[in-house]
Structure formats: structure tokens, C-alpha cells
């Protein structure tokens, strides 16, 4: 239900755990629900942040920087269905991020 924003501005390549990330970023979704709500919970001020993040870091991350976007879902039946819903939910804040950023 939840997806994290995981930053390295600092460096390229993949961040591999949060206490390694320049900072996190935890966007929440509802239940069995893959639709990315904006006002559910703190999900308005968790982008606002993370929009203000990369600008802050621009150069950085033309340089090659990483936000590592990582989804995570158990309320479904099966680990094929949770992947997938991880997997979706990750590209809804990664859309909402180009959309906004």
C-alpha cells in the first residue's frame, strides 16, 4: 500500500536501502485501490517535497542522480497480483512527478 521515493543526489546508480538515500519519500495508497489520490493522507505534501527535491537538484540529477521509485502492495491475493500492483502504483508517482515537476 505504500510507495517509497528513494533520492541520491549525491551519486548515480541504484540506492539500494533508505539509510543510503539523501532522502525518502512515502507516497500511500488505499487498500486494493492502484489510483494515486493527491489529498489521501500526506500523499499533497510528500510530492510537493519531492518536486521541490529534484528542483533543488537538477544538476545533480542530469548528471546522473537517481530517484529510485519502489512500490509495495500485500492486500492482494497472490505475490504475481502484489507485484503487479507495486508496479503500477510506482509508475502512478513517477507519472504524477513528470506531470507536476
Known amino acids: 500500500m505504500v510507495?517509497?521515493?528513494?533520492?541520491a543526489f549525491g551519486q548515480s546508480g541504484e540506492v539500494a536501502r533508505e539509510q543510503d538515500a539523501d532522502a525518502v519519500f512515502r507516497f500511500k495508497?488505499?487498500?486494493?485501490?492502484d489510483m494515486f489520490l493527491g489529498d489521501y493522507r500526506d500523499?499533497?505534501?510528500q510530492l510537493k517535497e519531492l518536486?521541490?527535491?529534484?528542483?533543488?537538484?537538477?544538476n545533480?540529477?542530469?548528471?546522473?542522480?537517481r530517484i529510485n521509485l519502489r512500490?509495495?502492495?500485500s492486500a492482494l491475493s497472490s505475490l504475481e497480483e502484489?507485484?503487479?500492483s507495486a508496479r503500477i502504483r510506482s509508475n502512478r508517482v513517477k507519472s504524477a512527478l513528470i506531470?507536476?515537476?
Do not use: E, P, W
Request: hydrophobic content about 40%; some cysteine; proline content about 0%.
Open 3 to 7: 510507495v517509497t521515493a528513494l533520492c
Open 29 to 33: 495508497f488505499i487498500g486494493t485501490n
Open 43 to 45: 500523499n499533497a505534501l
Open 51 to 58: 518536486i521541490n527535491a529534484v528542483k533543488q537538484n537538477k
Open 60 to 65: 545533480a540529477i542530469k548528471q546522473g542522480a
Open 71 to 73: 512500490g509495495y502492495s
Open 82 to 84: 502484489n507485484r503487479r
Open 99 to 101: 506531470v507536476h515537476a
